[in-house]
């Protein structure tokens, strides 16, 4: 998975709309090669971000759990705490 997508799914509160472009900008650029794409392939570089972030957007619509939602807050401390660790302090 690429670093900069991050789970979405059973958030509290959930996913944002711009939270999902990016994760769908992020696939296509990783899929593509292209962190920014020529004029040539602009159009079908942007149109598949939007494809995507409508498949995102359903299926987050149609997941479920049983599980509590995560708190944001909660899981981006665990990740620093994890990042302390595997990194060390600055």
């Known amino acids: 998975m690429c670093r900069n997508i ?3 799914f059973n958030f509290e509160p959930p996913a944002t709309s711009n939270e999902m472009h990016d994760a769908a900008l992020q696939f296509v650029r990783k899929i593509s090669g292209y962190s920014a ?3 040539a392939n ?5 149109e598949a971000v939007e494809d995507i972030e409508k498949v ?4 987050l619509k149609s997941l479920e759990t049983n599980a509590p939602p ?3 807050e909660e899981e981006a401390e665990k990740k620093r705490e994890r ?3 595997h990194f060390g302090t600055a």
């Not at 995102?56 to 299926?59: D, N, Y």
């Open 70 to 72: 995560k708190d944001r």
């Open 6 to 8: 991050k789970p979405l």
């Open 42 to 46: 602009e159009a079908a570089f942007h």
């Open 83 to 85: 990042s302390r660790l």
């Open 37 to 39: 794409p020529s004029k």
């Open 56 to 59: 995102v957007r359903k299926l």
